[in-house]
């Protein structure tokens, strides 16, 4: 039939919600002023959410290129073949 499926992944979307989860208690922390950690935990969680969203739309990319080309190659080998 040549038809692209796809299955989304639930990890994926339970990495996200746990890197939002983070943040917003991290947000809690910084501004109850608890901890003497000297590193910005706001801007780290920012930059890993950040990153978990290009990982996966650039993986979503990589995935309808990858498919249009197979179902591109898969149709020419039918003409052919018929």
């Known amino acids: 039939t ?3 499926n796809q299955q989304v992944s639930p990890a994926a979307l339970i990495f ?3 890197l939002i989860a983070v943040r917003a ?5 910084a501004q109850s002023g608890v901890g003497g950690v000297h590193l910005n935990a706001l801007m780290l969680t920012d930059v890993l ?7 996966l ?3 979503r ?4 290129l990858r498919a249009r080309r197979l179902l591109t190659e898969a149709r020419a080998g039918a003409a052919v073949s018929t």
Do not use: K, N, P, S
């Not at 208690?25 to 922390?29: E, F, Q, S």
């Not at 990319?61 to 309808?64: A, Q, S, T």
């Open 49 to 55: 959410v950040a990153m978990a969203l290009g990982l």
């Open 2 to 4: 040549h038809a692209i």
């Open 25 to 29: 208690g991290l947000r809690d922390v």
């Open 16 to 18: 996200i919600v746990v």
């Open 61 to 64: 990319l990589e995935m309808y």
């Open 57 to 59: 739309t650039v993986q």
